[in-house]
């Protein structure tokens, strides 16, 4: 399974599709249902972005969904402004020099340059960026040495960045290539940093969220319609579509029990099914009122 109901967003949207083209002739306009491979990989927008999805017909307003089993089932959640952060890979390579365990002062540790690399990364974000804007760096995985008692030759860290506001997210990769470069020299070993762009930040364009905030009374009743006052560190491709026109991106309670309550990318993950008929029930509403 893939555990964040990406499965769930198609079968609604598909199943809003399915209701809707029995409705063609009452809508005045043209509603286009975009069906994208790869998001959570990033870069499944920006191809179906380059091949035209978002023309031929011109799209004028775009909006999307996702589950989310922190808010309660049967409930919509909606932020103007940012609401996800961007999301950056790196990838670190540090090369020193072998020798034995037992002289390290003949070689160059890139072990210990690596340790030395990763308490500066966090030092970035405690000593470097302004306390009240909201950056996330984390290393997921290091790999590097090959014997208990080998100086290792070389280590790899890869990682991910997360900024909410385009300055920082400019400012970061900068940061980090300056910090870790000059940091690595000064150990007399060499790096070499890949710095990749998988998303921008999800900033929804107020009109649309006031939109999509007032369908969403109409469909979920005004109780069942929560104003979210943070943003998340978590990430999404949906900035693509809005880089190419104005819209909302909607979480879906889907938090029934303990069950369903599990986060994203749980193990045991389990979606409350019964919470797609709303999702559904917004697509068709949001749709019929726009094109109005």
């Known amino acids: 399974m893939h555990a964040c109901g990406h499965d769930a967003h198609t079968a609604m949207l598909l199943t809003a599709a399915l209701r809707l083209a029995k409705e063609t002739k009452e809508l005045p306009g043209v509603v286009k249902f975009i069906f994208q491979p790869d998001e959570e990989g990033s870069g499944g927008a920006r191809r179906l972005v380059n091949l035209g999805v978002m023309e031929s017909p011109r799209v004028d307003a775009v909006f999307g ?3 989310n089993p922190r808010l309660p089932a049967g409930t919509l959640g909606i932020k103007p402004g940012p609401l996800m952060a961007a999301v950056d890979r790196f990838t670190i390579t540090i090369r020193g020099e072998g020798g034995h365990g037992a002289y390290p002062h003949e070689g160059k540790d890139a072990i210990v340059m690596a340790a030395q690399v990763i308490q500066a990364l966090q030092a970035i974000v405690s000593r470097q960026v302004d306390p009240v804007e909201p950056v996330v760096v984390t290393v997921g995985t290091i790999q590097g040495g090959n014997r208990f008692n080998i100086l290792a030759e070389s280590v790899t860290l890869t990682g991910t960045v997360r900024t909410l506001s385009r300055e920082w997210h400019v400012k970061m990769p900068v940061l980090i290539k300056g910090t870790v470069s ?5 150990f007399g070993g060499r790096c070499d940093i890949q710095y990749e762009v998988l998303g921008k930040p999800l900033i929804n364009h107020p009109q649309m969220s006031e939109l999509a905030r007032r369908v969403a009374v109409k469909v ?3 109780r069942n319609v929560i104003s979210l006052d ?3 560190m978590g990430g999404e491709d949906f900035p693509e579509y ?11 309670g889907t938090g ?3 069950k369903t309550r599990r986060p994203w990318h749980h ?6 099914e019964e919470s797609m008929l709303l999702g559904v029930k917004f697509f068709c509403a949001l749709a ?5």
């Open 256 to 258: 029934a029990d303990k």
């Open 242 to 252: 809005l880089g190419r026109a104005p819209g909302c991106f909607v979480y879906l």
């Open 182 to 186: 000059a940091l690595v020299k000064s």
């Open 288 to 292: 019929k009122e726009r094109v109005r």
């Open 267 to 272: 193990p045991e993950f389990v979606l409350h």
């Open 230 to 232: 943070r943003p998340s």
């Open 65 to 67: 969904i996702h589950v």
């Open 220 to 222: 979920a009743g005004a």
